[in-house]
């Protein structure tokens, strides 16, 4: 059979994703599987049609289609999300349509699922007939039970193909906004007191709702606010995860483009942070991704840490869990209080300019009084995920990384905790007499109280 493997990573065919298509494809030499290079080559797929179509017709040709790519912040690299979004600007989706389609990802599994959930979506939307996903930490290859299960899926991939299994959606079709937002006057402003606040917008036309949304939110505050649009941003291109950062947070563009000074000049000193953005496909734009995936350069380091961070998007976002998921973990992983999402949805202007004046004023009010509410699931397992890889296999190259986080006490491992630790010691040591077991065992409830109700008696 003839497959088609869409390579996601950056780095083309030196990546670790790779290694894992040219493992499966040794396995099944009767089948014949092509790589295509998507992200290396995003540059020439956007400017040369002629590319884009051979590799569409790639697609075509083929039995099946492998989506392989690496994680790149909480989704597939920026590269990744364009060539999804010229398949419906260039009405190529044709020759996804009904194709047997299974994705397959290497990543320390730091939001993967949200990745793979986004995926599984583009395929369903593509109407392919979609099989599994395989979600594998990078080094899984090293190990012989991974290698097993690994081949067990590729073959059931294939058995897939040549069986025509039937396969089910995961998710309902996207349904678009129909609404044109019209601004109101603006009754009462914001004074921003000292807080500053920093917009990150992608607009292309000023007459669309994101830019008025953007606006709005823009003129109501007093002063002391900033408007940029990522448009122009000068980024030569996306993040090509060649780690050249890793040892002291210097991004391999410096000298070619002006990202880093943008970043480190003009977006770290913001009290508030708001990113702006329609929803293309099931994301935001993949200009917005690239000027995620360049942040990278500051690798697993917080970079709003005790600040705000909202976003304003325009399209469905309420049809859309899994982007609602990454935009809260986004600010979590930031070390930032989710200030929370604007959206057009409500489909009604006079109510819209009420949000985002609200918008405005809560985003103030929560910056001036420091108010960083706790994190869920996303930002406090996140930081475990990445806590562990710094301390042992990232520490290298990750040397900027393993130096922010002993300086912010960020290797917070529980076995230090010596209160815990202590307390349970000696509790299962007493646990071991019969007695003791069963008396504790009644005041367990109890007792496991005493420490909040003299808080709440005392504070
Ligand atoms: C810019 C960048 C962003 C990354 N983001 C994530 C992430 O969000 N989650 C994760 O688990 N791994 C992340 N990784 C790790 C890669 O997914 C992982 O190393 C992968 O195996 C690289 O594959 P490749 O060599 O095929 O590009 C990131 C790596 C880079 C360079």
Redesign the pocket.
């Known amino acids: 059979m003839k497959i088609a493997v869409l ?5 083309g065919e ?5 290694q894992y298509i040219k493992f499966i494809r040794k396995k099944f030499p009767q089948h014949e599987l092509t790589l295509l290079n998507i992200s290396h080559e995003i540059q020439k797929l956007e400017k040369d049609d002629k590319a884009f179509q051979n590799v569409i017709g790639e697609v075509e040709k083929s039995d099946g289609v492998i989506w392989a ?7 597939v ?1 920026s590269q990744y999300k364009r060539f999804i979004e010229m398949i419906g600007e260039k009405k190529a989706a044709g020759a996804f349509k009904g194709k047997y389609a299974c994705a397959i ?8 699922n949200t ?1 793979h959930n986004y995926i599984r979506g583009i395929c369903d939307d593509l109407d392919m007939r979609f099989t599994e996903s395989f979600s594998a930490d ?1 080094d899984d290859l090293f190990d012989d039970e991974k290698r097993r299960i690994l081949i067990k899926w590729a073959a059931d991939f294939f058995a897939a193909i040549e069986n025509k299994s039937p396969t089910s959606k995961a998710y309902a079709p996207v349904v678009p906004l129909k609404f044109s937002y019209q601004p109101g006057s603006i009754k009462s402003r914001v004074d921003c007191r000292g807080q500053k606040v920093k917009i990150l917008a992608d607009i292309t036309d000023n007459n669309s709702n994101i830019a008025r949304m953007v606006n709005r939110f823009k003129d109501v505050l007093q002063d002391g606010v900033q408007l940029y649009n990522v448009r122009d941003v000068d980024m030569k291109g996306g ?1 090509l ?3 050249q950062c890793a040892f002291d947070n210097v991004c391999v563009y410096k000298g070619k483009d002006k990202f880093m000074e943008f970043f480190n000049e003009e977006m770290q000193d913001a009290d508030v942070t708001i990113f702006a953005s329609e929803i293309r496909d099931r994301f935001l734009t993949s200009r917005m991704k690239m000027f995620w ?1 360049r942040r ?1 350069f500051y690798g697993h380091i917080p970079l709003n840490i005790g600040k705000q961070i909202g976003f304003i998007v325009s399209g469905p976002l309420g049809q859309l869990a899994n982007l609602q998921e990454i935009l809260q973990g986004l600010a979590e992983m930031s070390e930032a209080n989710f200030t929370g999402v604007v959206t057009d949805e409500c489909g009604d202007s006079a109510q819209l300019d009420a949000l985002i004046d609200g918008f405005a004023a809560r985003c103030v009010d929560y910056s001036e009084q420091k108010y960083v509410r706790p994190s869920t699931f996303l930002g406090v397992g996140g930081h475990k ?1 990445f806590r562990d890889q710094i301390w042992a296999r990232l520490r290298f190259p990750f040397q900027a990384d393993y130096k922010f986080y002993t300086e912010h006490g960020m290797f917070d491992f529980p076995q230090d905790d010596k209160r815990y630790v202590d307390f349970s010691q000696q509790m299962t040591n007493m646990i071991q007499n019969p007695v003791m077991r069963a008396t504790v065992r009644k005041m367990i409830k109890t007792e496991m109280l005493k420490g909040y109700q003299k808080v709440v008696e005392t504070k």
């Open positions: 390579n996601g990573s950056p780095k030196i990546s670790v994703t790779v790519f690496p994680l790149y912040v909480f989704l690299a990802s290497t990543s320390i599994h730091f939001f993967d990745a990078m993040c995860g060649c780690m995936d990278f995920i």
